[in-house]
């Protein structure tokens, strides 16, 4: 009643947002294109109903059902590719975080904080405690890069790293 009750502006309706913008964006622009003030650029039945085949797959030769079906089938493809993309993404970002808690803690202790089970305390006979410096870092620190300066403690804390593996020790950071 309000399309055809004559306002100024003209009443258009609207369609909701959805998740399928392509075909409710195809919809969209029929529906504003018959709502045209001029009946001469208004599309006929015969574009009407091409424009509708080609926005949803449905034609009055179709199967409602069919066309139904084929959409529910597509959704429920583009959901599974949607549940598996997101757990790849969960699974990457629980390794992620399972990396660092086991460069933080002892590999049996985080295994055992991780499956909720008691971490007793442990004694060792002998433990060392390694403190450094670099001397002059201050001074080399002035005279580079940023990325030197990474670099240089990278390949630093890399051979602390490989000297640590080699004589199976752990290192609390």
């Known amino acids: 009643m309000k399309v055809a009750h004559t306002e100024n502006p003209p009443y ?3 369609l909701p947002k959805n998740s399928n913008k392509d ?3 195809g919809m969209e622009t029929i529906m504003y294109d018959c709502l045209n003030e001029d009946p ?8 009407i109903e091409k424009r509708i085949k080609d926005s ?4 009055k030769t179709h ?17 599974e590719a949607l549940v598996f993309e ?4 969960f699974l990457d970002e629980k390794r992620k975080s399972e990396e660092l ?10 295994e055992k904080l991780r499956d909720g089970r008691p971490v007793n305390p442990e004694a060792f ?3 060392t405690i390694y403190f450094s410096d670099i001397v002059g870092f201050t001074d080399i620190s002035s005279q580079s890069t940023p990325f030197q300066i990474v670099d240089l403690l990278n390949d630093l804390y890399n051979c602390f790293d490989e000297i640590i593996d080699r004589h199976d020790v752990y290192k609390v950071g």
């Open 23 to 25: 075909y409710i964006g």
């Open 56 to 59: 949803t797959g449905i034609s």
């Open 101 to 110: 808690l086991y460069q933080v803690l002892p590999r049996s202790v985080a």
């Open 86 to 89: 997101r757990t790849q993404a």
């Open 125 to 127: 006979d002998c433990v």
């Open 12 to 14: 258009r309706p609207t």
């Open 63 to 79: 199967n409602v059902l069919d066309a139904l079906l084929r959409r529910m089938e597509q959704y429920a493809n583009n959901l």
């Open 40 to 47: 001469q650029n208004r599309p006929n039945f015969i574009i």
